[in-house]
């Protein structure tokens, strides 16, 4: 570390940019050509938690929160494309618009089943940085079970509901919200 003077008189103390980095954890990985990249997304209502996971390296290479915007998610990944396996995230009740809107813009998009998922260890800390990153590892290893995505069409008539107190809603925006969760 290192000790700068202000004019003030008082000192301040400095960390290297590569020591805050490498305490941070946020130190980013090189990844080249050779490298087949998974993407995992802890989705909810108001935020993803995205991970992108390399095989190669067997390490997670590039991790960010975002505001649950699928054109943001989509930018944001821009750069990974050429390299990206599959993206994948857990079912839940914020429905499928998300891999609606990556599969008509091309992405290999699955929806895994969260009772079919591996458990993690007993002790595991849980959070959405963490969740996405074990679905982007176990996307790697080929250990999920994916879901049948239903069109388009069938989420606007109601058909991707799985119980009748759901309901969909209409338009580009469409997504199934369940009031069981």
């Known amino acids: 570390m290192k000790t700068l003077q202000k004019s003030s008189g008082k000192s301040k103390r ?10 941070s954890g946020r130190q980013r990985k090189t990844i080249d ?27 997670v290479v590039d991790q960010w929160s975002q505001p649950s915007l699928p054109e943001q998610l989509h930018a944001r990944l821009g750069a990974y494309r050429a390299r990206v396996e599959r993206v994948v995230y857990e079912a839940g009740p914020t429905g499928f618009t998300l891999a609606h809107f990556l599969l008509e813009r091309g992405w290999r998009v699955e929806v895994i089943s969260a009772t079919h998922s591996p458990a993690p260890l007993i002790g595991h800390k849980k959070n959405d ?16 079970h994916a879901v049948y995505i239903p069109t388009v069409g069938s989420c606007a008539i109601g058909n991707c509901c799985a119980g009748a107190s759901e309901r969909c809603a209409s338009g580009p925006e469409s997504r199934c919200k369940s009031n069981r969760f």
Do not use: N, P, Q
């Open 33 to 59: 050509d050779r490298d087949t990249l998974f993407v995992g997304v802890d989705v909810h209502l108001r935020t993803y938690a995205v991970s992108v996971w390399s095989a190669r390296l067997g390490e």
């Open 129 to 144: 940085r963490l969740d996405s990153a074990m679905l982007a590892r176990w996307a790697a290893s080929d250990m999920l």
């Open 14 to 23: 400095v960390m290297s940019k590569k020591l805050a980095a490498a305490l």
